[in-house]
């Protein structure tokens, strides 16, 4: 199959929009221990909510984001590990489970804000593009046809090319892209 892809836009970010909501902002505040939670005003949660996060430990908070986000996908252990792991290292981008990738990304993002830049800092790469399919105007386009279309443009040692390479080579069925795109 041949596709063309017209690249509009790149950019690096700090924060991906529409991760955290007022809900949950309000949902941890109570977590982290915060009286009477649900009468803070709106316009001053997120603010209210730092403060309520930086009164922990690092690791603490950051085991408390975990388990608030993450609890169905990850055992006990594996947030205790992560929430002192993410203090020094960059998860969001090495965790060997690519569809955490997104959840970790903004956990840290959170964190870092929150901690004043305890937390390494990460980045993430957001494409705006088309996509036209050549061969066959039919097709879904699914996530593996833009995952395959996009390789052709990174370098090897792109997260993607590394993680999937014989997806990409059509070895093995894409089964966890999960937030990549």
């Known amino acids: 199959m041949k596709a063309r892809v017209n690249i509009k836009e790149i950019k690096s970010v700090n924060e991906l929009p529409n991760y955290w909501t007022k809900q949950d902002y309000y949902k941890l505040l109570e977590k982290f221990g915060f009286p009477e939670a649900e009468k803070v005003p709106e316009n001053e949660i997120l603010e209210m909510l730092r403060m309520a996060i930086t009164d922990f430990e ?77 061969n066959d105007a039919q097709t879904e386009i699914t996530n593996e046809i833009i995952a395959k279309a996009l390789s052709e443009a990174l370098s090897e040692r792109s997260i993607i090319k590394r993680l999937y390479s014989d997806q990409l080579e059509g070895n093995a069925p894409f089964d966890d892209l999960g937030n990549f795109i």
């Open 58 to 134: 690092p690791d603490e908070s950051a085991q408390i984001l975990l388990e608030y986000k993450l609890a169905d996908k990850l055992n006990e252990g594996q947030i205790a590990t992560l929430s002192n792991e993410m203090i020094n290292d960059r998860v969001a981008e090495e965790y060997p489970d690519p569809t955490l990738h997104y959840d970790l990304f903004n956990i840290n993002q959170f964190l870092y804000k929150a901690y004043n830049g305890i937390f390494p800092n990460t980045e993430a790469t957001v494409l705006n593009f088309d996509l036209q399919l050549l």
